[in-house]
């Protein structure tokens, strides 16, 4: 009996100690299972953190781009400015578009890269797939606003090269409105006078005598014949003063007496100065006698 009791006893220690040593075993499995399953959740974390970082950076890199009436925070947006010149103006605002698309580009290149990397690393994490389909969404809005924008730019580029040839037309028009005035102006202006003694005028036909009896007592006249070499111009807008290398000065034309004034200036000189221009050039042909 008591040999019976000690095999009891040793068969139940040897089932003892193999339960024992079985929840030793399943103990460690369970440790080691517990310790790959915090770190499986602790590295799916830091991608999750990781990832929602990057997706706020790009998202943030997104908000800075700013379409419409605006354009990159921090930089001056394209406004289409009238002051410049067309051309300058063209490609001024078509260089700040570039900018723009090459942000949208650099943007969606981080985007495919963030997926690519999410999708190695062992499938979507729950909750960043409809972020980066948001961020993905934001950039094909932005990329429709580009291309409106590019659109205004040819038409406005349209718009502008038309205004321009309207704006040459009329600068052409009122160059020759303004060169019309001006020749009307001078032709209103303008008298022509000959100056010369008695042989000099006779011979060039400015004058030509008549009356007397007998060859006396002729006086002399303007002959009508105009010829403009025996003339020159006076620009009576410009000038009112005909200086005459002579003593004795007579105006033989029809100008008004109280329209000018006969002035010795210094011995051996004499000075028409015109007191009414109005009146003085209503005869456009001036003949003046010296003596010789």
């Excluded at 961020?135 to 932005?142: D, G």
């Excluded at 659109?151 to 090269?161: H, K, M, P, W, Y």
């Amino acid at each position: 009996m008591h040999r019976s009791a000690i095999f009891v006893l040793a068969f139940i220690s040897v089932l003892l100690l193999g339960a024992t040593v079985m929840s030793y075993a399943k103990y460690k499995q369970s440790a080691a299972q517990f310790a790959q399953a915090t770190a499986t959740e602790n590295e799916t974390r830091l991608r999750y953190d990781r990832a929602v970082s990057e997706i706020v950076a790009i998202q943030d890199s997104l908000n800075t781009i700013v379409l419409g009436n605006g354009a990159s925070r921090g930089a001056p947006a394209p406004s289409l400015d009238e002051s410049l010149p067309p051309g300058t103006l063209h490609d001024t605002v078509l260089s700040r578009i570039a900018t723009l698309k090459g942000a949208i580009e650099r943007t969606k290149e981080r985007i495919e890269e963030l997926d690519a990397r999410l999708r190695k690393s062992g499938g979507q994490i729950v909750g960043l797939e409809k972020m980066i389909a948001n961020l993905r969404r934001s950039v094909t809005e932005k990329e429709t606003h580009i291309a409106q924008l590019t659109t205004q730019v040819d038409t406005l580029e349209t718009r502008v090269a038309g205004l321009s040839t309207a704006v040459e037309d009329q600068q052409l028009e009122l160059a020759l409105k303004q060169e019309e005035i001006a020749a009307k102006r001078a032709e209103i202006a303008t008298v022509y006078y000959a100056l010369g003694t008695k042989k000099e005028l006779t011979s060039s036909g400015v004058v030509v005598s008549k009356g007397g009896v007998l060859g006396f007592g002729k006086t002399l006249e303007p002959s009508g014949q105009f010829n403009e070499a025996s003339f020159a111009p006076l620009d009576t807008d410009q000038e009112n003063v005909i200086r005459i290398p002579a003593e004795k000065v007579e105006v033989l034309s029809a100008q008004p007496v109280s329209s000018y004034v006969l002035e010795p200036v210094g011995k051996g000189a004499v000075e028409l100065r015109i007191l009414d221009v109005e009146q003085f050039r209503k005869v456009k042909h001036i003949v003046i006698l010296k003596d010789a």
